[in-house]
Protein backbone atom coordinates (compact mmCIF):
# COMPACT_ATOMS: atom_id res chain seq x y z
CA UNK A 1 0.00 0.00 0.00
CA UNK A 2 0.80 3.05 -0.42
CA UNK A 3 2.41 5.61 2.00
CA UNK A 4 2.57 9.05 -0.42
CA UNK A 5 0.87 11.73 1.26
CA UNK A 6 0.38 15.42 0.07
CA UNK A 7 1.91 16.87 3.54
CA UNK A 8 4.83 15.09 3.21
CA UNK A 9 5.49 15.95 -0.83
CA UNK A 10 3.68 19.54 -1.32
CA UNK A 11 3.20 20.07 -5.19
CA UNK A 12 1.16 22.68 -6.66
CA UNK A 13 -2.32 21.36 -7.79
CA UNK A 14 -4.90 19.13 -5.68
CA UNK A 15 -4.65 18.53 -2.24
CA UNK A 16 -4.33 14.93 -1.40
CA UNK A 17 -4.38 13.13 2.41
CA UNK A 18 -4.41 9.79 3.72
CA UNK A 19 -7.50 8.97 4.99
CA UNK A 20 -4.87 7.13 8.28
CA UNK A 21 -2.97 10.27 8.67
CA UNK A 22 -6.60 11.64 9.54
CA UNK A 23 -7.16 11.47 13.93
CA UNK A 24 -11.23 10.33 14.28
CA UNK A 25 -12.70 13.32 16.48
CA UNK A 26 -15.91 13.52 18.14
CA UNK A 27 -18.37 16.39 17.65
CA UNK A 28 -18.09 19.29 19.81
CA UNK A 29 -21.20 20.34 21.10
CA UNK A 30 -22.29 23.30 22.63
CA UNK A 31 -25.59 22.99 22.77
CA UNK A 32 -25.94 19.30 22.76
CA UNK A 33 -27.78 17.91 19.42
CA UNK A 34 -28.83 21.38 18.69
CA UNK A 35 -25.44 23.81 18.08
CA UNK A 36 -21.73 22.16 17.25
CA UNK A 37 -18.51 23.84 17.07
CA UNK A 38 -17.38 24.66 13.73
CA UNK A 39 -19.82 23.56 12.03
CA UNK A 40 -22.51 25.98 9.74
CA UNK A 41 -26.39 25.71 10.76
CA UNK A 42 -29.28 27.41 9.19
CA UNK A 43 -32.32 28.74 11.35
CA UNK A 44 -35.46 28.95 9.16
CA UNK A 45 -39.23 29.88 9.30
CA UNK A 46 -42.06 32.17 8.58
CA UNK A 47 -42.43 36.15 9.19
CA UNK A 48 -43.66 36.47 12.68
CA UNK A 49 -41.99 33.87 14.61
CA UNK A 50 -39.21 35.74 16.35
CA UNK A 51 -35.95 34.14 13.99
CA UNK A 52 -33.79 36.74 15.61
CA UNK A 53 -35.30 36.73 18.50
CA UNK A 54 -34.53 32.96 19.06
CA UNK A 55 -31.07 33.76 17.97
CA UNK A 56 -30.23 36.28 20.44
CA UNK A 57 -31.95 33.63 22.91
CA UNK A 58 -29.16 31.75 22.14
CA UNK A 59 -26.71 34.15 22.03
CA UNK A 60 -27.78 35.41 25.78
CA UNK A 61 -27.65 31.40 27.01
CA UNK A 62 -24.22 30.82 25.86
CA UNK A 63 -22.38 34.32 27.07
CA UNK A 64 -24.01 33.77 30.86
CA UNK A 65 -24.14 30.18 30.88
CA UNK A 66 -27.88 29.65 31.08
CA UNK A 67 -29.87 27.09 30.11
CA UNK A 68 -30.87 25.50 27.20
CA UNK A 69 -34.61 25.32 26.07
CA UNK A 70 -34.11 21.79 27.34
CA UNK A 71 -33.20 21.91 30.55
CA UNK A 72 -29.25 21.46 29.67
CA UNK A 73 -26.71 23.60 31.17
CA UNK A 74 -24.26 25.62 29.30
CA UNK A 75 -20.88 25.08 31.82
CA UNK A 76 -18.70 27.26 29.90
CA UNK A 77 -19.81 31.17 29.09
CA UNK A 78 -18.22 32.35 25.65
CA UNK A 79 -18.21 35.10 23.22
CA UNK A 80 -20.60 35.75 20.40
CA UNK A 81 -20.18 37.77 17.33
CA UNK A 82 -23.48 38.85 15.33
CA UNK A 83 -24.13 40.91 11.85
CA UNK A 84 -27.15 41.35 11.47
CA UNK A 85 -27.98 43.64 8.00
CA UNK A 86 -32.24 44.63 9.04
CA UNK A 87 -31.93 45.16 13.05
CA UNK A 88 -30.64 48.33 14.62
CA UNK A 89 -27.97 47.34 17.30
CA UNK A 90 -29.35 50.30 19.52
CA UNK A 91 -33.05 49.61 19.60
CA UNK A 92 -33.52 46.30 18.71
CA UNK A 93 -30.74 43.96 19.34
CA UNK A 94 -29.04 44.94 22.31
CA UNK A 95 -31.91 46.05 24.01
CA UNK A 96 -33.68 42.19 23.40
CA UNK A 97 -29.70 40.79 24.22
CA UNK A 98 -30.02 42.74 27.81
CA UNK A 99 -33.77 41.58 28.39
CA UNK A 100 -32.75 37.83 28.33
CA UNK A 101 -29.76 37.85 30.44
CA UNK A 102 -27.12 38.04 28.17
CA UNK A 103 -23.41 38.96 29.18
CA UNK A 104 -23.21 41.93 27.07
CA UNK A 105 -19.83 42.18 27.21
CA UNK A 106 -19.39 38.66 25.79
CA UNK A 107 -21.54 39.93 22.83
CA UNK A 108 -19.29 42.20 19.92
CA UNK A 109 -21.55 43.16 17.01
CA UNK A 110 -20.10 44.05 13.57
CA UNK A 111 -20.66 47.32 12.18
CA UNK A 112 -19.09 47.50 9.25
CA UNK A 113 -15.34 47.26 7.03
CA UNK A 114 -12.85 49.49 7.13
CA UNK A 115 -11.53 49.74 3.94
CA UNK A 116 -7.44 50.92 2.77
CA UNK A 117 -8.70 54.74 2.81
CA UNK A 118 -9.13 54.26 6.38
CA UNK A 119 -12.86 54.92 5.75
CA UNK A 120 -15.74 52.56 7.42
CA UNK A 121 -18.09 51.00 4.72
CA UNK A 122 -21.42 48.32 5.63
CA UNK A 123 -20.00 45.12 6.05
CA UNK A 124 -20.77 42.74 3.00
CA UNK A 125 -20.85 38.92 4.13
CA UNK A 126 -20.42 38.07 0.67
CA UNK A 127 -17.08 39.88 -0.17
CA UNK A 128 -15.46 40.78 3.63
CA UNK A 129 -15.25 36.92 5.02
CA UNK A 130 -11.62 36.66 4.98
CA UNK A 131 -11.64 39.97 6.82
CA UNK A 132 -14.01 38.85 9.57
CA UNK A 133 -12.27 35.73 10.18
CA UNK A 134 -8.72 37.67 10.89
CA UNK A 135 -10.96 39.85 12.88
CA UNK A 136 -12.19 37.09 15.13
CA UNK A 137 -9.04 35.68 16.20
CA UNK A 138 -8.88 38.32 18.79
CA UNK A 139 -11.82 37.38 20.10
CA UNK A 140 -12.13 33.93 19.77
CA UNK A 141 -16.34 33.32 19.20
CA UNK A 142 -17.87 30.48 19.76
CA UNK A 143 -21.02 31.33 18.02
CA UNK A 144 -21.49 33.68 15.02
CA UNK A 145 -24.58 34.83 13.95
CA UNK A 146 -25.36 36.04 10.07
CA UNK A 147 -29.04 37.66 9.72
CA UNK A 148 -30.06 37.40 7.03
CA UNK A 149 -27.48 34.04 5.65
CA UNK A 150 -28.78 34.94 2.24
CA UNK A 151 -26.69 38.15 1.92
CA UNK A 152 -23.64 35.69 2.04
CA UNK A 153 -24.62 34.98 -1.55
CA UNK A 154 -22.73 37.52 -4.02
CA UNK A 155 -25.43 36.12 -7.52
CA UNK A 156 -27.93 34.34 -7.65
CA UNK A 157 -29.66 32.51 -4.51
CA UNK A 158 -31.52 30.23 -6.18
CA UNK A 159 -28.81 28.93 -7.96
CA UNK A 160 -27.41 26.01 -6.56
CA UNK A 161 -23.44 26.32 -7.50
CA UNK A 162 -22.86 29.92 -6.51
CA UNK A 163 -25.09 29.48 -3.24
CA UNK A 164 -22.45 26.67 -2.63
CA UNK A 165 -19.19 28.78 -3.79
CA UNK A 166 -20.59 31.63 -1.32
CA UNK A 167 -21.42 29.32 1.64
CA UNK A 168 -17.93 27.72 1.38
CA UNK A 169 -15.92 30.56 2.96
CA UNK A 170 -18.29 30.49 5.82
CA UNK A 171 -18.27 26.74 6.56
CA UNK A 172 -14.18 27.55 5.60
CA UNK A 173 -14.36 30.11 9.03
CA UNK A 174 -16.18 28.12 11.56
CA UNK A 175 -13.99 25.19 10.92
CA UNK A 176 -10.50 27.46 11.43
CA UNK A 177 -11.79 29.35 14.47
CA UNK A 178 -14.11 26.11 15.65
CA UNK A 179 -17.52 28.24 16.21
CA UNK A 180 -20.57 27.46 15.42
CA UNK A 181 -22.42 29.94 12.53
CA UNK A 182 -26.01 30.19 12.59
CA UNK A 183 -27.50 32.34 9.77
CA UNK A 184 -31.04 33.21 9.83
CA UNK A 185 -33.02 32.94 6.55
CA UNK A 186 -37.19 32.65 5.50
CA UNK A 187 -39.33 30.10 4.77
CA UNK A 188 -40.79 30.38 0.75
CA UNK A 189 -44.38 31.90 0.42
CA UNK A 190 -47.32 29.62 0.14
CA UNK A 191 -45.09 26.23 0.84
CA UNK A 192 -47.20 25.06 3.77
CA UNK A 193 -47.48 21.72 3.98
CA UNK A 194 -44.10 20.91 2.90
CA UNK A 195 -41.15 19.55 4.37
CA UNK A 196 -39.73 22.15 6.22
CA UNK A 197 -36.25 21.51 4.59
CA UNK A 198 -37.27 22.43 1.80
CA UNK A 199 -39.46 25.63 2.15
CA UNK A 200 -36.11 27.35 3.12
CA UNK A 201 -35.95 30.40 0.55
CA UNK A 202 -33.75 30.22 -2.48
CA UNK A 203 -31.74 27.06 -3.37
CA UNK A 204 -31.90 23.75 -1.63
CA UNK A 205 -28.01 24.36 -1.49
CA UNK A 206 -28.46 26.51 1.76
CA UNK A 207 -30.32 23.32 3.43
CA UNK A 208 -28.07 20.81 1.85
CA UNK A 209 -24.97 22.74 2.81
CA UNK A 210 -26.18 23.61 6.60
CA UNK A 211 -25.14 20.57 8.89
CA UNK A 212 -28.43 21.09 11.38
CA UNK A 213 -31.60 23.25 9.94
CA UNK A 214 -33.79 24.72 12.46
CA UNK A 215 -37.03 25.81 11.48
CA UNK A 216 -40.23 28.01 13.44
CA UNK A 217 -43.49 27.42 12.92
CA UNK A 218 -46.37 29.46 13.88
CA UNK A 219 -49.97 27.99 14.11
CA UNK A 220 -52.55 28.37 11.96
CA UNK A 221 -55.81 30.25 13.35
CA UNK A 222 -57.91 27.13 13.49
CA UNK A 223 -55.31 25.56 15.29
CA UNK A 224 -56.12 23.51 18.77
CA UNK A 225 -51.98 24.82 20.36
CA UNK A 226 -51.79 28.11 19.71
CA UNK A 227 -47.97 28.11 20.51
CA UNK A 228 -45.11 28.64 17.72
CA UNK A 229 -42.57 26.17 17.76
CA UNK A 230 -38.84 25.55 17.24
CA UNK A 231 -38.24 22.92 14.86
CA UNK A 232 -34.92 20.57 14.41
CA UNK A 233 -35.61 19.84 10.83
CA UNK A 234 -32.69 18.26 9.66
CA UNK A 235 -28.90 17.07 10.96
CA UNK A 236 -26.30 15.31 9.58
CA UNK A 237 -24.65 15.04 12.35
CA UNK A 238 -26.83 13.96 14.82
CA UNK A 239 -30.95 12.93 15.66
CA UNK A 240 -33.08 14.71 13.65
CA UNK A 241 -36.75 15.87 14.13
CA UNK A 242 -38.10 17.21 17.68
CA UNK A 243 -38.08 20.55 18.97
CA UNK A 244 -39.73 23.04 21.53
CA UNK A 245 -42.92 24.75 22.27
CA UNK A 246 -42.27 28.57 22.45
CA UNK A 247 -44.04 31.97 22.86
CA UNK A 248 -42.62 35.61 22.27
CA UNK A 249 -42.87 38.07 24.84
CA UNK A 250 -42.16 42.03 25.64
CA UNK A 251 -39.90 42.56 29.07
CA UNK A 252 -38.55 45.54 31.00
CA UNK A 253 -34.65 45.77 30.04
CA UNK A 254 -32.77 45.91 33.05
CA UNK A 255 -31.67 49.20 34.54
CA UNK A 256 -34.05 50.93 31.63
CA UNK A 257 -37.33 50.75 33.05
CA UNK A 258 -38.89 53.07 30.03
CA UNK A 259 -37.59 50.43 27.41
CA UNK A 260 -39.27 47.18 26.56
CA UNK A 261 -38.24 44.41 23.81
CA UNK A 262 -38.99 41.10 22.50
CA UNK A 263 -37.93 37.68 24.96
CA UNK A 264 -38.25 34.10 23.86
CA UNK A 265 -40.37 31.88 26.46
CA UNK A 266 -39.51 28.44 25.91
CA UNK A 267 -42.19 25.41 26.67
CA UNK A 268 -42.42 21.64 26.27
CA UNK A 269 -40.49 19.55 24.51
CA UNK A 270 -41.51 18.18 21.68
CA UNK A 271 -41.21 14.41 19.50
CA UNK A 272 -41.82 13.66 15.85
CA UNK A 273 -40.60 14.14 12.75
CA UNK A 274 -40.09 18.03 11.67
CA UNK A 275 -43.21 17.45 9.06
CA UNK A 276 -45.64 15.83 11.79
CA UNK A 277 -44.71 18.65 13.98
CA UNK A 278 -44.92 21.19 11.36
CA UNK A 279 -48.49 20.14 10.18
CA UNK A 280 -49.77 19.25 13.23
CA UNK A 281 -50.64 23.34 14.07
CA UNK A 282 -49.89 24.63 10.87
CA UNK A 283 -52.61 25.78 7.96
CA UNK A 284 -51.48 23.35 4.94
CA UNK A 285 -54.00 24.62 2.37
CA UNK A 286 -53.10 25.07 -1.13
CA UNK A 287 -53.48 27.83 -3.66
CA UNK A 288 -56.92 28.00 -4.92
CA UNK A 289 -58.49 25.71 -1.97
CA UNK A 290 -59.76 28.62 0.11
CA UNK A 291 -60.07 32.58 -1.30
CA UNK A 292 -58.37 33.92 2.14
CA UNK A 293 -58.55 36.67 3.63
CA UNK A 294 -58.32 40.41 2.15
CA UNK A 295 -55.05 42.32 2.94
CA UNK A 296 -57.36 44.28 4.79
CA UNK A 297 -59.04 41.42 6.77
CA UNK A 298 -55.29 40.14 7.47
CA UNK A 299 -54.49 43.36 9.34
CA UNK A 300 -57.55 43.03 11.30
CA UNK A 301 -57.13 39.45 12.29
CA UNK A 302 -53.48 40.53 13.15
CA UNK A 303 -54.04 43.29 15.43
CA UNK A 304 -57.09 41.29 17.17
CA UNK A 305 -54.20 38.77 17.82
CA UNK A 306 -51.72 41.07 18.91
CA UNK A 307 -53.53 43.41 21.36
CA UNK A 308 -55.82 40.48 22.70
CA UNK A 309 -53.36 40.22 25.93
CA UNK A 310 -53.34 43.80 26.50
CA UNK A 311 -51.36 47.25 25.19
CA UNK A 312 -48.00 47.15 22.77
CA UNK A 313 -45.51 49.33 21.96
CA UNK A 314 -46.52 50.76 18.63
CA UNK A 315 -42.91 50.41 17.66
CA UNK A 316 -43.41 46.77 18.28
CA UNK A 317 -46.83 45.80 16.82
CA UNK A 318 -45.74 48.05 13.60
CA UNK A 319 -42.17 45.86 13.59
CA UNK A 320 -44.51 42.50 13.63
CA UNK A 321 -46.75 43.81 10.56
CA UNK A 322 -43.66 44.27 8.52
CA UNK A 323 -42.58 40.28 9.24
CA UNK A 324 -45.83 40.00 8.21
CA UNK A 325 -46.05 41.33 5.14
CA UNK A 326 -48.79 43.89 6.30
CA UNK A 327 -48.23 47.39 4.61
CA UNK A 328 -48.11 50.56 6.50
CA UNK A 329 -51.35 52.30 5.22
CA UNK A 330 -53.59 48.83 5.11
CA UNK A 331 -52.25 48.64 9.03
CA UNK A 332 -53.41 51.80 9.72
CA UNK A 333 -57.01 52.01 8.03
CA UNK A 334 -57.45 48.27 10.15
CA UNK A 335 -56.38 50.36 13.15
CA UNK A 336 -59.17 53.66 12.28
CA UNK A 337 -61.82 50.68 11.22
CA UNK A 338 -61.55 48.93 14.28
CA UNK A 339 -61.12 51.92 16.76
CA UNK A 340 -57.83 51.23 18.21
CA UNK A 341 -56.37 53.77 20.49
CA UNK A 342 -53.01 55.10 20.96
CA UNK A 343 -52.03 55.58 24.63
CA UNK A 344 -48.58 56.69 26.20
CA UNK A 345 -46.65 53.38 27.64
CA UNK A 346 -43.95 55.07 29.55
CA UNK A 347 -42.08 57.49 27.20
CA UNK A 348 -43.44 55.98 24.21
CA UNK A 349 -46.61 55.38 22.41
CA UNK A 350 -48.63 51.88 22.15
CA UNK A 351 -52.18 50.80 21.12
CA UNK A 352 -54.61 48.72 22.78
CA UNK A 353 -58.25 48.05 21.20
CA UNK A 354 -61.05 49.91 22.39
CA UNK A 355 -62.82 47.42 24.44
CA UNK A 356 -59.74 46.73 26.86
CA UNK A 357 -60.04 47.40 30.18
CA UNK A 358 -57.30 48.03 32.26
CA UNK A 359 -57.31 45.74 35.69
CA UNK A 360 -57.78 42.23 33.03
CA UNK A 361 -56.21 39.09 33.43
CA UNK A 362 -53.40 40.60 31.01
CA UNK A 363 -53.04 43.51 33.91
CA UNK A 364 -52.89 41.56 36.95
CA UNK A 365 -50.09 39.19 35.12
CA UNK A 366 -48.31 42.17 34.66
CA UNK A 367 -48.45 43.26 38.51
CA UNK A 368 -48.19 39.31 39.83
CA UNK A 369 -46.14 36.39 39.25
CA UNK A 370 -47.67 34.60 36.16
CA UNK A 371 -44.73 36.02 33.35
CA UNK A 372 -42.21 34.99 36.13
CA UNK A 373 -43.65 31.66 36.70
CA UNK A 374 -43.11 31.28 32.98
CA UNK A 375 -39.61 32.31 32.96
CA UNK A 376 -38.94 30.04 35.40
CA UNK A 377 -39.94 27.10 33.69
CA UNK A 378 -37.08 26.84 31.94
CA UNK A 379 -34.37 29.62 33.75
CA UNK A 380 -34.94 28.66 37.35
CA UNK A 381 -34.28 25.87 39.75
CA UNK A 382 -38.04 24.60 39.45
CA UNK A 383 -40.42 23.72 37.07
CA UNK A 384 -40.57 21.21 33.79
CA UNK A 385 -36.97 21.07 33.31
CA UNK A 386 -36.61 19.28 36.70
CA UNK A 387 -35.02 20.76 39.75
CA UNK A 388 -31.35 21.81 40.74
CA UNK A 389 -30.12 21.70 44.52
CA UNK A 390 -30.02 25.12 46.22
CA UNK A 391 -26.98 26.97 45.58
CA UNK A 392 -25.93 25.16 42.43
CA UNK A 393 -23.47 27.25 40.25
CA UNK A 394 -25.76 27.56 37.40
CA UNK A 395 -27.50 30.12 38.93
CA UNK A 396 -26.20 32.44 36.52
CA UNK A 397 -26.20 36.32 36.07
CA UNK A 398 -28.95 35.19 33.00
CA UNK A 399 -30.99 33.52 35.36
CA UNK A 400 -30.92 35.95 37.95
CA UNK A 401 -31.76 38.94 35.68
CA UNK A 402 -34.71 37.19 33.78
CA UNK A 403 -36.19 35.95 37.34
CA UNK A 404 -36.04 40.17 38.83
CA UNK A 405 -37.52 41.20 35.61
CA UNK A 406 -39.90 38.72 34.47
CA UNK A 407 -42.81 39.94 36.83
CA UNK A 408 -42.93 42.54 34.10
CA UNK A 409 -42.96 40.71 30.99
CA UNK A 410 -46.14 41.57 28.36
CA UNK A 411 -47.44 38.59 26.02
CA UNK A 412 -47.14 38.98 22.68
CA UNK A 413 -49.20 37.06 20.09
CA UNK A 414 -50.90 34.78 22.83
CA UNK A 415 -54.28 34.49 22.56
CA UNK A 416 -55.94 35.35 25.42
CA UNK A 417 -58.26 31.61 26.03
CA UNK A 418 -54.62 29.91 26.48
CA UNK A 419 -53.78 32.43 29.46
CA UNK A 420 -54.22 30.45 32.29
CA UNK A 421 -53.23 30.89 36.17
CA UNK A 422 -49.46 31.38 36.38
CA UNK A 423 -49.44 31.90 32.86
CA UNK A 424 -48.71 34.46 30.55
Known amino acids: MSSWDEQASPQPGVALTCASSIAPEAISWIWPGWLAAGKLHVLAGMAGTGKTTIALAVAATLTASGRWPDGEVCRTSANVVMWSG ?104 GTAGKDPLERVTGSLAFGAFARLVWATIKPGKDADDQKRRLIRTKSNIGHDGGGFEYDLAQTAVPGHSDLYASCILWGEPLEGSARDLAGQIEDDKKPGEESGPSPREEATDFLLDILAGGPKLEKEIRECAGQECIAKRTLDRAKKEMGVVSVRIGKAWGWHLKNWIPGTRADDDQEGQGCQERHISIYRKTGNVGTLDDGDHTESPQNQVISQEGQQCQPCHIPDDELTDGEV
Do not use: W, Y
Not at 140 to 158: C, N
Not at 161 to 174: F, M, N
Open 86 to 189: EDDAADTLVPRLMAMGADVARVHLITGTRGDDGKLRGFDPASDMALLESALTKFSPRLLILDPISSAVSGDSHQNTEVRRSLQPIVDLAGNLGCAVLGISHFTK
